[in-house]
């Protein structure tokens, strides 16, 4: 498991390599150079050349990219052009609530997808695997900021049961160690705050966890039906196992292993693809932000949380890679 784990950290070095480059070169091509860009209307020849010393764009390529990535191993990602705060500190202060509405959604995808894609199997070619695989493809092609427009106008809107925006009552005197505000209210006893941080987490998490629950549970029904007609499988039945022993420790065990492969690969799109979800329900995450940075060509921030994003991303590749190992020992020596 070591070895495994050490191979797929050894694989992430040319990934991020390979990511800065291609950074590095998207911001320099940009027409009339980044510093054009960056200035707007405001371009005047004097204006650029400023631009260019302060940023160092007037140097040798290769010169820049060395000090370029200089600065990322030392963890300076430069400042933010909106808000004038180190990158790193912009991603420390939002990646919690992008973190917690993720770990929300999943957590919905997760324990509604894989019950639906058993259910779906079991009863497969019947009104019930017909309901299933309807009910899937239907989270699947309705947008993400279609549905979170229509959960906030049916439930916040009209029904008035659930808040319609941000992460929390303003009202409410909160103290906020880590940012993870559900998390905080529990570990400071102020469960009022908890609580309605929580309330803040449902209309934009069920939008956000729409789609992987659908994808999550197309996938379990398929590698449910898979598994159930193996060999072993048959021969376990044929012995007289119990019925919930085969379906626990031989159809669901090794049903799961397209399952997290497909949940680690969602987890990462989500933590990296809020930025609808967030900016619908204002929700002062990394999302938000960045559509921001995008519009006003922020560009430390989009290098920087790009960066920060593939990082994550290929750490979530790791675990899926380990609990794979976990489930299935023959995926340990490879």
Known sequence: MLRLIGKRL???????????????????????GPATALLGDKATPEAVARVNAAYGFDKPLVEQYFQYMGRILSGDFGSSLLTNRPVLEEFAARFPATLELSAFAIVFAVALGIPLGYWAARHVGRWQDQLAVLLSLMGVVVPVFFLAFILKWVFAVQLGWLPPDGRQNPRIDATHYTNFFV???????????????????????????????????????????EVQNADYVRTAKAKGLAPNLIRNRFVMRNAMLPVI?????????????????????????????????????????????????????????LVVDVSYGLIDPRVRVS
């Not at 480059?21 to 320099?28: A, G, I, S």
């Not at 998390?183 to 803040?200: K, M, N, Q, S, V």
């Not at 690969?265 to 329900?281: D, N, R, Y």
């Open 183 to 225: 998390w905080d209210g529990l570990i400071t006893g102020e469960f009022d705050a908890a609580f309605d941080a929580f309330t803040h987490l449902v209309l934009p998490g069920i939008a956000l966890g729409t789609i992987p629950l659908a994808i999550i549970a197309r996938i379990t029904r398929a590698s449910v039906l």
């Open 261 to 317: 492969t497909t949940l680690g690969l969602q987890l990462g799109l989500l933590i990296s693809g809020a930025v609808l979800t967030e900016t619908v329900f204002a929700f002062n995450g990394i999302g938000s932000f960045l559509w921001d940075a995008i519009f006003n060509l922020d560009f430390p921030v989009l290098q920087g949380f790009i960066i920060f994003i593939a990082l994550i991303y290929s750490l979530i590749n």
């Open 10 to 32: 050894l694989l992430l070095i040319p990934t991020l390599f390979g990511l800065s480059v291609l950074l590095f070169l998207w911001v320099r091509s940009l027409p009339g």
